[in-house]
């Protein structure tokens, strides 16, 4: 290499078989981020702030929620506004919801969608 850099300096201009016209560009930007990783998290819903953040989580994106109502046995409102505040969330952002059993219910970020077993 440092020969080639001593023979460079012998001339006083390029030698004309080394002049090109030939130009390539080098792309010299951010690294590439991963993207994140999608998480499953278990929410118990025992109250009206549960709700809320299990509607935060599903905004964002991040989190593919699994969802247990089973505290809300003896509070049949609020088990109604759970998962009617959920499944409107769902709709708006482009998630999914559904029910694994009569308590336990899985609800997706957008563009995630739940398999279903078609009925025979």
């Known amino acids: 290499m440092r020969d080639w850099i001593r ?3 012998k001339y006083d201009e390029m030698p004309s078989d080394y002049e090109t016209e030939e130009y390539h560009e080098v792309y010299v930007g951010e690294k ?3 993207p994140e990783k999608l998480k499953v998290k278990i929410f118990d819903i025992k109250t ?3 709700i809320n953040e299990v509607l935060d989580h599903l ?3 991040k989190t593919i929620a699994l969802i247990n109502t089973s505290h809300l046995m003896d509070d049949s409102f609020l088990m109604k506004l759970a998962i009617r505040r959920i499944k409107n969330t769902c709709s708006a952002i482009s998630g999914d919801i559904a029910g694994l059993s009569e308590n336990l219910f ?3 970020p957008r563009n995630i969608g739940v398999a279903r077993k078609k009925q025979e």
């Open 7 to 9: 023979n460079m300096m």
């Open 32 to 34: 590439e981020e991963k």
């Open 48 to 50: 009206e702030d549960n």
């Open 59 to 61: 905004r964002e994106g």
């Open 106 to 108: 899985v609800a997706t």
